[in-house]
């Protein structure tokens, strides 16, 4: 014969003390009040389900009281008599609470900023700078809040469609390729189920990419009016320096506006770039021409920076910001279409393979030419080659077009 359980009443409830272990008070139904040693009070049920003795919290007492307590038994035994088990529901709507939980804190904003961190090994602090600085212009005043696995590709084309509206467009295809990337790395780490971005036909948006070479100058007659124009420059000194540098070193304009006194080498007339400071992520060494060193030499007795040898006029602590140079270009009369910092590796490139082997030329080959300019070379074993053994060769063709330069000046 089953026991008959009296029913609790709410004094037996609230006069219950602890003892020297835990102990239940029965209600009926399953419904019981365990009592800790510790005084602590709290409301239990015991069920069976599929054949299986469970037991499910309620809740403490007296947050929960005896009338409340007798409720919640009656609702969770409706549901075990609709097949549904009351710890699995609790389960699921915790995972449902952490899942949304979740979503405030993947929002595209947490995520890019995770992304742009992990990249920052990947490339130049330079680019990884205008990484973040597309980011906040272009992408963050649609999307910065929005869950990432609740972006749509209606959202991401309509921050497309509006960069094409400011007839940027090349600026839209790298902010798509920067979107890319950002939705990949969530993928990677089940932010969101899928990447977007791969299901969008850019060229339909933006049009078809067009191939744009830099704008250069290959004649000498144009080359001396460039090289007479930087000597005739009348702003800022360091900023001339840097011009009158840049037609005999090639490098990207970042690396010419922070160019350290710490990288010169003057005994062995290198100029050694740091690993960060390459697109390549590896370290660089080009050798210097006799007319470098002596621009370098004179920069070095008015130097006002003990670290950048082109500091900026208006902060002696920071390089020369990169609008300085494209400014001071265009101040001795050379258009955006025919003249941009970059313009001088092309230049360099250009003349020195029209003049290999030439009866006025040189004699070096063109992987001694895309050494010089820094190129990666993907097959690893002739990488390792041109790097033990181009290094002298690097330094005769770097003095030629320094000599070259020098001629075509001078007439």
């Known amino acids: 014969m089953a026991r008959v359980i009296t029913p609790l009443t709410a004094t037996e409830v609230k006069t219950a003390k602890s003892k020297e272990k835990d102990y239940k008070l029965f209600d009926g139904g399953g419904l019981f009040l365990i009592i800790t040693k510790g005084g602590g009070k709290h409301w239990k049920l015991k069920y069976r389900f599929n054949d299986k003795e469970k037991t499910y919290a309620i809740g403490a007492y007296p947050s929960i009281p005896l009338s409340l307590a007798r409720s919640k038994r009656e609702e969770l035994?409706?549901?075990?008599?609709?097949?549904?088990?009351?710890?699995?529901?609790?389960?699921?709507?915790?995972?449902?609470?952490?899942?949304?939980?979740?979503?405030?804190?993947?929002?595209?904003?947490?995520?890019?900023?995770?992304?742009?961190?992990?990249?920052?090994?990947?490339?130049?602090?330079?680019?990884?700078?205008?990484?973040?600085?597309?980011?906040?212009?272009?992408?963050?005043?649609?999307?910065?809040?929005?869950?990432?696995?609740?972006?749509?590709?209606?959202?991401i084309i309509a921050v497309l469609e509006e960069l094409k509206k400011k007839d940027i467009l090349e600026t839209g295809r790298r902010v798509n390729m920067l979107l890319n990337k950002i939705f990949k790395y969530a993928v990677t780490h089940e932010l969101t189920p899928h990447n977007i971005i791969a299901d969008i036909e850019t060229k339909d948006i933006l049009g078809k990419k067009v191939k744009q070479h830099y704008p250069t100058l290959t004649r000498e007659s144009d080359i001396k009016g460039l090289l007479l124009s930087i000597d005739g420059y009348t702003g800022d000194y360091f900023t001339k320096k840097a011009l009158q540098v840049l037609p005999y070193v090639f490098v990207r304009s970042y690396n010419i506006r922070h160019m350290e006194w710490d990288e010169i080498d003057f005994k062995t007339k290198e100029w050694i770039i740091p690993a960060k400071k390459m697109k390549t992520k590896e370290e660089f060494i080009l050798p210097l021409p006799k007319q470098v060193l002596d621009v370098l030499l004179e920069i070095k007795e008015n130097a006002i920076s003990e670290i950048y040898v082109f500091a900026s006029p208006i902060h002696k602590d920071r390089a020369l910001s990169d609008n300085t140079l494209i400014a001071a270009l265009r101040r001795i009369g050379y258009t955006k279409e025919q003249l941009v910092p970059h313009s001088f590796r092309s230049m360099f490139s250009t003349v020195a393979n029209e003049k290999a082997n030439a009866e006025d030329g040189h004699n070096y080959t063109p992987e001694v030419i895309e050494a010089c300019l820094a190129h990666k070379e993907h097959n690893l074993i002739k990488a390792a080659y041109n790097r033990s053994n181009y290094k002298e060769a690097m330094r005769g063709l770097v003095q030629w077009y320094a000599d070259y330069l020098q001629k075509v000046k001078n007439g």
């Open 77 to 155: 035994k409706a549901l075990i008599a609709e097949g549904i088990d009351p710890n699995d529901k609790k389960k699921k709507s915790k995972e449902r609470i952490k899942a949304n939980e979740l979503k405030k804190t993947n929002t595209f904003y947490n995520v890019s900023q995770k992304w742009l961190k992990s990249y920052a090994s990947h490339v130049t602090e330079n680019y990884h700078g205008k990484l973040g600085k597309a980011l906040e212009n272009y992408i963050y005043p649609y999307i910065k809040y929005k869950p990432i696995d609740e972006i749509t590709r209606l959202e």
